[in-house]
């Protein structure tokens, strides 16, 4: 599930967004390793935007209108040859979009005419006209469906509209991506299960369910496919023994443009690939096609990314010994400078910003010179079979330094398939192969140990001889990261803040000598950037909301966080305060009770918004009524937010209860299952039902209990 409910890691939440809150990778030194992971929740609700130029992007930038997601028209149906193969996803963070990909270059090899389809561009009564489908999705939120499977998901389960025999013809398996960490672990991969075989179709295979809780969800998904291989191939293609499949087989063509090709020279000057002042011809002022230059495969973030200038960084811990948050503001009011081209957006209290991040420089030249590629260089990448359309997640036209800095996740842990394919087909070393088949094989202990990368990977086995196309398709995409939003748009509009929490760990080296280990620290992607950008640097970025939103003032509200979970409830004191003050007729007793718990582990070390805390508390105008502080290394017996909330139990169930209360949760998933099950309890306690479960589950649909966490 993905955010709260994530299987689709490195980044989820709650949010309704495309992707989510990230932890940013790290890496390792000849000593040890520091790695500064960038951990963060959020909430909101809209961005505006507008062009300065008086007409849209659409008018503006000729667009490519072809669509590879759209089941209707595909190149490969006009050709009657072949069993056709449907790969549905539903993804929020992007990873069952990546094993849908997968997949259907697989089926391919195997001999199926397979398409990987996002589930938002298909419609959805085309479905009876299926024979063979695959659904790979992901469940978001409160058990709920990702954004881009929403409207089909309330098709399959629109029990009026449907009829036992809609799907009799269709043949189907699904696999679903969760956390079992979450209250409804994998609902939707359930339920599309479910709703398949009620309206007639018929299960190929078990549903497969992925646990990114107990292990690599990519090696989960990877061992139902090697399950459901030989039965596909066997009822489809009539072949029983299909044995493994050949050695990976790239297919895309990479070229390398001349220097003075008009594409080539608008690629060389693109310093931020979302800029749209980039795709205007300098010489002529013309309008270029920016999608040669942007990854074909759609986003729908991409549609409102702007510019932002940082303005402020302010370090919110008493010490930093034990690791660093920082508190920094960022200036979003229209400047023709770096924004003449680029939409202005707003924000609303308890958004999230998400940032087009980019690889650290040293470590893209790194990757670079180790491949040994010319980082100056202008390549086009593009399909090798002349009847596919691009679908990528790299530009067509990119400069090689660019397709490493903002494309490719050259930091990001690899997976047990990415290994055993470097080893299987592209190292030379008789002894570097059994080394990497060998950390495939035991990739949950190697990652005990220290952390390692991609970049790792290639340094430290230099018998890999690779070409950059399939580089290109065997690494994954780098994707964005989101932030809480400290601030508050009622207090402030043109000034967003975030909560950027940098943790230190020690990780140890095999070998201390390591010739190949970096001599840097390392702070995670976004988390390099945002520390080693100077103030006034510029920043692409977008906004997404949340279900953070605050009730009518009558009512109470519960907050519950830790660590820099406590951002969007530091934008809502704000908000909260602000309205105490410019509104004459009402006073703090106008208000609900606001009740505060957080945890850290240190009161004079990461007690983050100390003053801000304390002063709402005690100030006639400030809004809090109770702060509940738990400090989990002060005592001998280690306090954690949950004590403390079964200690005041019976005053928070009747805030919730009697009073119609909000409870909003933010911060790690473990805290968010602890916090749920201790007021499982004191509802068990209190409410008549004596199912504490039960109570708390209808909480948690009707948005009264509302969680972003992360894993």
Known sequence: QEFVNTGEQSMENVLRTPYKLANAGASSSSMFSLLISSVVVAGGTYFLYRFFTGSSDEDEYPENKEDDNLADGDDDDDDDSGVKMRIFFGSQSGTAEGFAFDMEKEAKQYGFKAKAIDLEEYDAEELQNETLVIFLVATYGEGEPTDNSQEFYTWLSADDERDSSDLDQVEFAVFGLGNSQYEFFNQMGRKFDSYLEKWGASRLYVRGEGDDDVGSIEDQFNEWKEQLWPLL?????????????????????????????????????????????????????????????????????????????????????????????????????????????????????????????????????????????NARNVVRITPKDAKSTANYTFPEVCTVSNLFAWFLDINGSPGKKLLTTLARDFTKDAGEKDALMQMAENLQTEAMNKYVTVLDIFQRFPSIEIDLGSVCELLKPLQPRLYTIASSSDVDPNTVSICVKLEQFQLLQDDEKDEFARRFQWNGVCGNLLTQSKIGGTFQFYMEDSKFKLPESQVPVIMIAVGAGLAPFAAFIDEGELDIKSNGKKTKKDYGEWWLFFGCRYKNGDYIYKEKLEKSLEDADGVLDHLKLAFSRETKKKVYVQHLIEENGEELYDAIHNKKGRVYVCGGVAMGKAVRETFAKVFTFYHESKDGHNYLDNLLKKDIYVQELWG
Do not use: W
Not at 244 to 251: T, Y
Not at 260 to 282: C, F, G, H
Not at 339 to 349: D, E, G, L
């Open 233 to 373: 191939c066997s009822k489809y293609l009539g072949i029983d023994d299909i044995g493994a499949l050949s050695s990976f087989e790239c297919s895309v063509r990479v070229e390398v443009l001349p220097d003075d090709d008009e594409n080539s020279v608008i690629a060389q000057r693109i310093e931020k690939p979302y800029d749209l002042a980039n795709y205007v011809n300098t010489d002529s002022g013309e309008r270029v096609n920016k999608n040669l230059f942007l990854p074909s495969r759609h986003k729908s973030y991409t549609s409102h990314i702007g510019i932002c200038r940082m303005l402020k960084r302010t370090q919110l811990r008493q010490n930093v010994q034990d690791g660093s948050t920082l508190h920094i503001d960022f200036d979003l009011t229209f400047n023709p400078q770096y924004n003449s081209k680029n939409p202005v957006i707003a924000y609303q209290t308890a958004d999230n910003m998400g940032f087009i991040v980019r690889n650290d420089m040293r470590m893209v030249h790194q990757m670079i010179k180790r491949l040994q590629l």
